[in-house]
């Protein structure tokens, strides 16, 4: 059954135009999805790492580099496409992909119900870029506070976190 926390956090993900995918996507080499470690009789921490930016068909990957203004007009009719150089906005849709793959996951931890996260214990995020892209905080922070995922009571406990079990 899901806590009322845990419904909050799937409502306020939908009022975003954001959901989970049906069932995780599945793991590639020897990626193991979450792994918990008890903290006491009735805690554990969760570690999740290793996300990366599925499209929205939860089957395929984004990929590519980001560079700077100046390397994507060097670029030409190249820069943009899937695979080579790519601007802002498409780090920024990679890193909103990355973070829905960590709640999906992270809603596994919890076995369906992310009222269970408590708080957040570390926050990490990279970010494929060519030597001169020195954006690298507007593509997480500025993806992130996009979505208002910041701001939402319990959302953005994604990224680390400590559980009741």
């Known amino acids: 059954m899901v806590s009322a926390r845990g419904t909050k956090v799937l409502d306020s993900l939908k009022t975003l135009g954001l959901a ?65 150089l790519l601007g802002v906005a498409a780090g920024q849709e990679a890193a909103r992909r990355c973070a829905l793959s960590v709640i999906n996951q992270l809603n596994g931890a919890t076995d369906g119900d992310l009222g269970k996260v408590k708080r957040i214990v570390k926050i990490e995020g990279f970010v494929n870029s060519t030597e001169d892209f020195t954006a690298q905080p507007l593509v997480i922070n500025g993806e992130l506070m996009k979505y208002e995922l910041m701001k939402l009571e319990y959302i953005w406990c994604f990224f680390g976190y400590t559980l009741a079990t």
């Open 20 to 84: 989970l995918p049906a069932e995780s996507p599945k793991a590639l080499a020897s990626y193991v999805p979450f792994v918990k470690v008890p903290t006491g009789a009735s805690s554990a921490l969760v570690f999740i790492s290793g996300q990366i930016p599925w499209k929205d068909d939860w089957k395929s990957l984004h990929t590519g580099k980001l560079a700077s203004e100046d390397a994507l007009k060097a670029a030409g009719a190249e820069a943009g496409k899937e695979g080579g």
